[in-house]
């Protein structure tokens, strides 16, 4: 999980942030006086940042300081406070303060930086410059949404972010964007038991942004409470390049996995949303979709079932080079299957209501 800093150096809602802070746990909160470090628990770390880089005489409970200033004077600072932690504060507007700023990724134990320019060449730029030294880099941003971003440069991204909320709600939002990272689902076996064509139908290939794995795709089922793995289409194809960003997933009607335990149907998916990528050992992944293409073809049902008995089904089109993965990641082209193929599955425990998990009575057939 990345770290989150939470700035009330400026904001007038000091008290209420702070408690909504305390309670979504966030990693530190920054201040500009010890004071208003004083009634922090010793769970959350205390980061003072003080005005021009001053340090005061009364450190308090502080555990972490931050100067605003050359290494000079983050030297000066070690030695006025040999207990504490010291990092700097570097903002970024030219090429001489990006040196600055490398510099301080690579030598510093805490580095807090603040881009002017909006893109993140010169994020990019650090977090090589840093690579393999042992200090944190914490990126201040504006909202919500750079945070997110942030913490995807370059794939590790920065190590934390520096956020001054201007709302109650705030805080919830920029730890639920640092806990991103999408739990690991335990795949099942199942069985194939009848491969069935259903005449026509419009199916969905879901374009991604992102480069999939051999291994990797899309959970994609008729009904909620099971789904086979559709694989990427990474796979040399005789006629056509491959497409490592496409799954061509089956018939619009159908469900699959998106962030937060949800589901979606295919027909829902357009520029923009998000999906679960999943991999042969239940390693998964949100990506973005880049466009959904659904097109009339062929279809054809396959009927599964787990080692428990649950039904599994799920509809693609009738095409040799649409593929599934098998256990082991083996790849397995869907007119090739027959009674007995064994392939891999997700198997939700819930029902579904517009997309959420929900403990009800429903039948899918």
Known sequence: MKLCWLDIRKTDL?????????????????????????ALPPTVTKVLLPKGGELPIDL?????????GDSAAVAAARRVAPDLEVGRFVEIVDAPSLEEACQSARDERWSLLRFRD?????????????????????????????AEIVFGVLEQGSDGVM????????????????????????????????????????RACVDTCSH???DEG??????????????SETHPLPYMPTRPFRVNAGALHSYTLSGDGRTNY??????????????????????????????????????????????VNLIVQDDWHVRVLGP???VLNVTELRPGSKVLGFLPAEQRHVGYPIAEFCIER
């Open 14 to 38: 000091r008290e209420a942030v702070v408690e909504e802070a305390l309670h979504q746990r966030v990693d530190a909160i920054v201040a500009e006086d010890p004071a208003h470090l004083e």
């Open 60 to 68: 308090g409970l502080t555990d972490i300081v931050i100067i605003d």
């Open 118 to 146: 909006p893109t993140k060449i010169p994020l990019e730029i650090v977090l090589a410059a840093a690579d393999k030294s042992k200090g944190s880099i914490i990126t201040a941003v504006a909202d919500v949404e750079e």
């Open 163 to 202: 956020f001054a909320p201007s709302a109650v709600g705030d805080a919830t939002a920029l730890v639920a964007a640092a806990q991103k990272e999408q739990p690991d689902l335990e795949l099942v076996e199942l069985e194939v038991r009848e491969i069935r064509h259903v005449g026509m139908g419009e």
């Open 212 to 214: 999939l794995r051999q």
């Open 218 to 231: 899309i959970l994609v089922g008729s009904h909620s409470t099971g789904m086979i793995l559709g694989c």
């Open 266 to 311: 295919l027909s829902e998916l357009h520029s923009g949303s998000k999906v679960l990528a999943v991999d042969a050992q239940g390693h998964t992944r949100l990506v973005t979709v880049g466009r959904v293409k659904i097109e009339t073809r062929p279809m054809l049902s396959i009927d599964a079932v787990a080692p428990s008995g649950q039904l």
């Open 328 to 330: 082991r990641g083996v």
